[in-house]
């Protein structure tokens, strides 16, 4: 084919584009955003990590990344009012426990690692997160002291409820059908 007539050349640049677009067509999703809360972004990513270290349970729920993706929405939320009110930074001995309860549902060191690089997140991020659960369990005790036991979880609940009526929050996450 002679590519300095311009109808090959055109022809040859239409063949290519057809052959890359299929290629894109066929392409394979790596992560994709569920939602945002809090001016957070969680990703799919995100929520099979949460998953596979046992950051949050799906409480045997039919739909496993629809139910961590809402305990991930109420925690982004529950982080950025516990942000507001500062509750006192746990001490890096409370973190490293944390660490040791999440690194002890796994049968080995080599298994724990293979789950952080999974999920594409270092040690450190993980401690981040670990330190903000802390944080915003601090928070919580704190704003629910006074609340007897029975009556405490009803209050956070209508608590969390409130935060995600007052809040931007933005689901992307469409149940498998």
């Given at each position: 084919m002679d590519m300095n007539k311009p109808g090959n050349l055109l022809l040859s640049v239409l063949l290519m584009v057809v052959t890359m677009g299929g290629a894109v067509i066929r392409g394979e999703t790596i992560?994709?955003?569920?939602?945002?809360?809090?001016g957070q972004v969680i990703m799919l990513s995100d929520v099979m990590a949460?998953?596979?270290?046992g950051l949050v349970s799906d409480?045997?729920?039919?739909?496993?990344?629809?139910?961590?993706?809402a305990k991930l929405i109420n925690r982004g939320?529950?982080?950025?009012?516990?942000n507001r009110y500062a509750p006192p930074e746990p001490a890096d001995d409370a973190v490293?426990?944390?660490?040791?309860?999440?690194?002890?549902?796994?049968?080995?060191?080599?298994?724990?690692?293979?789950?952080?690089q999974r999920s594409g997140i270092t040690e450190a991020q993980l401690r981040a997160t670990l330190r903000d659960n802390l944080r915003i369990r601090a928070y919580i005790a704190q704003r629910f002291a006074g609340s007897e036991?029975?009556?405490?979880?009803?209050?956070?609940?209508?608590?969390?409820?409130?935060?995600r009526q007052r809040s931007d929050v933005i689901d992307l996450y469409a149940t498998a059908r």
């Open positions: 992560d994709r955003v569920l939602a945002v809360a809090g949460a998953l596979d270290l409480d045997g729920a039919a739909d496993r990344i629809g139910a961590v993706l939320l529950e982080l950025v009012e516990a490293e426990r944390e660490l040791a309860v999440v690194r002890g549902r796994f049968p080995s060191a080599a298994a724990f690692d293979a789950v952080l036991d029975g009556r405490r979880q009803m209050l956070i609940d209508e608590w969390v409820a409130g935060l």
